[in-house]
């Protein structure tokens, strides 16, 4: 099995930047498509990007976050970034780490592996 560990979150204030890492181990496979999702109280479970292992790391944005958010790997640690910027109170939700096998889907339902979560909150 693949496992998945977030971390990385904490408290900031609205404009303020943050970096979260997720680090994958077990059998991982260089096919993966890794992505970011968010949840926030009362609310569903949303993407927010992902990208490829390979194929020259192609990446894919929710709307809500492009522009401000940039996702990203390191491949030699089977570590996957998500660099947040001008971080918003609507920004403040419980951040996923997840893979995939095949492609660079935006569904929850194609990811087969999570990490915990890591929570981000963001003040006025």
């Known amino acids: 099995q693949v496992q998945l560990v977030e971390s990385g979150g904490g408290l900031v204030q609205a404009g303020d930047s943050l970096r979260l890492s997720c680090t994958a181990s077990g059998r991982t496979s260089s096919r993966y498509a890794m992505a970011w999702f968010r949840q926030a109280p009362g609310k569903e479970r949303e993407f927010v990007a992902a990208i490829k292992w390979r194929s020259g790391g192609r990446t894919q944005y929710a709307d809500s976050v492009k522009g401000r958010f940039t996702i990203s790997r390191d491949n030699a640690k089977n570590t996957v970034y998500l660099q947040m910027v001008t971080l918003k109170p609507e920004d403040t939700a419980v951040y996923y780490c997840?893979?995939?096998?095949?492609?660079?889907?935006?569904?929850?339902?194609?990811?087969?592996?999570w990490g915990q979560g890591t929570q981000v909150t963001v003040s006025s």
């Open positions: 997840a893979a995939a096998s095949f492609g660079l889907p935006v569904t929850i339902a194609a990811y087969g592996y």
